[in-house]
């Protein structure tokens, strides 16, 4: 996906999900996040637009300690006036993603053409994966992701955010997952060992242990555990189910 794809979906998906959260009571749980209410989830979901624009916007070159990055997100505050903190800090994050320039260097966690490319894509899926979980709060579901969000989300899912880090995805045997989409091109192979999870988008021969096939806005939030097997109708899981539990333990966001 281009920048300019990925500001979009930040734009669309936090549009949304203000709108679950503005029909919704603020102490209603968020199911899809234990423990938390929707005004936890959007006090979150308020700081991390904060501070994320705040790399792009002043050229971080390392993450802010505790002190710094409590300047950097500001006051949170009352219940009464969270929404449109949120609302605020949410259109100051559009605005840095569209005018900061292409070239502007700052820190990253995950590999990406530029910092600007890795700042758009970040919060274009934290955004949307929130937006699952404020429509979760809201008690139902609200317009499903474009495809290609959905296979980008999967990937960065798959191929960056598993990959960093302290590995929490493995298996004392070797046990192979392959995820396809049933309306992209290519799928993800997974090797779960007692080494760290290897991901490939190569073809592979052998038939994995498990296949969880579908459409990509199904696999999506299936995989970033926001949507189960049950509700997910058009998911198939073909193979050893079981491998499967373990995936949505270890693997959880």
């Not at 994995?208 to 990509?216: I, K, Q, R």
Request: aromatic share 6%; with cysteine.
């Amino acid at each position: 996906m281009e920048i300019s794809e990925h500001i979009e979906a930040v734009r669309r998906e936090g549009a949304l999900l203000a709108d679950a959260a503005a029909r919704t009571d603020l102490t209603a749980p968020v199911p899809t996040c234990p423990d938390w209410r929707l005004s936890d989830l959007l006090r979150h979901i308020g700081q991390v637009h904060r501070w994320a624009a705040a790399f792009p916007a002043k050229g971080l070159s390392a993450p802010p300690d505790d002190a710094d990055r409590q300047a950097v997100v500001g006051p949170i505050p009352s219940d009464a006036a969270l929404l449109d903190w949120y609302r605020e800090g949410h259109a100051a994050l559009l605005t840095v993603l569209s005018e900061a320039p292409a070239d502007v260097e700052c820190w990253t966690f995950l590999p990406a053409p530029s910092p600007l490319a890795f700042w758009a894509r970040r919060q274009a899926h934290e955004t949307a994966v929130h937006r699952f979980d404020a429509d979760a709060a809201a008690g139902s579901p609200g317009p499903g992701v474009d495809g290609a969000l959905a296979l980008d989300g999967i990937d960065e899912l798959l191929r960056g955010f598993l990959l960093r880090g302290r590995p929490t995805v493995h298996s004392e045997d070797l046990r192979t997952i392959r995820i396809r989409p049933t309306d992209g091109a290519g799928s993800w192979h997974l090797t779960l060992s007692p080494e760290p999870l290897a991901v490939t988008t190569e073809e592979r021969p052998e038939p994995a242990d498990l296949t969880v096939s579908g459409p990509a806005a199904e696999l999506y939030p299936l995989l970033w555990n926001r949507l189960t097997v049950e509700r997910a109708g058009r998911v198939e899981l073909s193979g050893d189910q079981d491998l499967f539990d373990h995936w949505r333990t270890a693997a959880a966001i």
